[in-house]
């Protein structure tokens, strides 16, 4: 079956660029949607956005000019960027496969990021 | 876009039933029946439960199951087992292809 996992730094620096890349393993990454969810600790969870295979791409409006995403199908891999962090932004970052309205399954297993000098 | 209202938790004994809501507006879950359900349990990533306001995924126990009316999305949980103790959230699409989570709710078998 289809499994995701995040990868990633674990630390990134206040008005630096957090990356991350999801690897999809199990199938084709193709001609479906992607989804980034994070979830700060003790705290419910936030959608950022989403990605198809063609690259189009919908983003939370509260984070939209801040989050860029991106879809490499060679590597079956989507990635997220997202600038100008601060602390607000520390939290597991969870990548998904989106049924299109249809919920989030499967997630990947979260990865921590912490925004601290 | 503010988040669907959860109650912050809500407990039951074992073989009760339970209901979780989900409270948005007439612009995300009173619009569309587009609602799911995910099941957290501590440490580990959410579980899709309910999809499209009251379709199970195949492997998902009939226990759980999903309703709506007008803007109050419903998760009802039969027969509580102590391995459904854990935090649930709603998550609605909002119109724009934006989607919403709920503010979570913790359930307690008793």
Known sequence: QVQLQESGPGLVKPSETLSLTCTVSGGSISSYYWSWIRQPAGKGLEW???????????????????????????????SLK?????????????????????????????????VSS | QSALTQPASVSGSPGQS??????????????????????????KAPKLMIYEGSKRPSGVSNRFSGSKSGNTASLTISGLQAEDEADYYCCSYAGSFFDVFGTGTKVTVL
Do not use: E
């Open chain 1, 48 to 78: 950022i956005g989403r990605i198809y295979t063609s690259g189009s791409t919908n983003y939370n409006p509260s984070l939209k000019s801040r989050v860029t995403m991106s879809v490499d199908t060679s590597k079956n891999q989507f």
């Open chain 2, 18 to 43: 339970i209901t979780i809501s989900c409270t948005g507006t007439s612009s995300d879950v009173g619009s569309y029946n587009l609602v799911s359900w995910y099941q957290q349990h501590p440490g």
């Open chain 1, 82 to 114: 997202l600038s100008s962090v601060t602390a607000a932004d520390t939290a597991v970052y969870y990548c998904a496969r989106d049924w299109g309205r249809a919920g989030f399954d499967p997630w990947g297993q979260g990865t921590l990021v912490t």
